[in-house]
T-cell receptor
Framework: DTAVSQTPKYLVTQMGNDKSIKCEQNLGHDTMYWYKQDSKKFLKIMFSYNNKELIINETVPNRFSPKSPDKAHLNLHINSLELGDSAVYFC???????????????FGEGSRLTVL | GNSVTQMEGPVTLSEEAFLTINCTYTATGYPSLFWYVQYPGEGLQLLLKATKADDKGSNKGFEATYRKETTSFHLEKGSVQVSDSAVYFCALQFYTGRRALTFGSGTRLQVQP
């Protein structure tokens, strides 16, 4: 049973479209994250939610909107997709939020987004 | 700001060779340090960690020692296997404030039989 699962794994779409990526964790963790991994494998934090509350919001275009309906789910919606949005998006969770956490994150397998 | 610098890859080794992947960090204060590994087609997973200076993290034959004086956390393994082929990420985090894990750019390791 996958601990952190993301859907879809692959997404190919045209510029200007709107798309969503969903994430669910069954670990009972309080905190979830979205990271973006670019073509050079560099990982950058985008957002973090703790128990449905947004706690980290890095410098990300407002075309990206996270939504957490409950603490087990964190979805990422992207409007008006651009070529530069092509990347692998990783969802992760931790038992507690940054500042209280042990630093161990549990990652999903990633969602590869290709914008044409 | 905080940052992590790793050696560029790919690192290509023969099986049973000795591995070192360099990692240095820049931070105000003394963060906790981590190594994560990403196997092909998978998400990252924690490999080892150290929370204070001179601590040594170890797991699956890998080791890294937190060196405050050189702000480094180099990853080592005495004898690599083909199954160790993966991308390795160094990362740091402070236990105060709301800052998520900061990752380095990753180093790809390729081990040949």
């Amino acid at each position: 049973d996958t601990a952190v699962s993301q859907t879809p794994k692959y997404l190919v779409t045209q510029m200007g479209n709107d798309k969503s990526i969903k994430c669910e964790q069954n670990l009972g963790h309080d905190t979830m994250y979205w990271y973006k991994q670019d073509s050079k494998k560099f990982l950058k934090i985008m957002f973090s939610y703790n128990n449905k509350e947004l706690i980290i919001n890095e410098t990300v275009p407002n075309r990206f909107s996270p939504k957490s309906p409950d603490k087990a789910h964190l979805n990422l919606h992207i409007n008006s997709l651009e070529l530069g949005d092509s990347a692998v998006y990783f969802c992760a969770s931790s038992q507690r939020p940054p500042g209280l956490a042990t630093g161990e994150l549990f990652f999903g397998e990633g969602s590869r987004l290709t914008v044409l | 700001g905080n940052s992590v610098t790793q050696m560029e890859g790919p690192v290509t080794l023969s099986e049973e060779a000795f591995l070192t992947i360099n990692c240095t960090y820049t931070a105000t204060g003394y963060p906790s340090l981590f190594w994560y590994v990403q196997y092909p087609g998978e998400g990252l997973q924690l490999l080892l960690k150290a929370t204070k200076a001179d601590d040594k993290g170890s797991n699956k034959g890998f080791e890294a020692t937190y060196r405050k004086e050189t702000t480094s956390f180099h990853l080592e393994k005495g004898s690599v296997q083909v199954s160790d082929s993966a991308v390795y990420f160094c990362a740091l985090q402070f236990y105060t404030g709301r800052r998520a894990l900061t990752f380095g750019s990753g180093t790809r390791l390729q081990v040949q039989p």
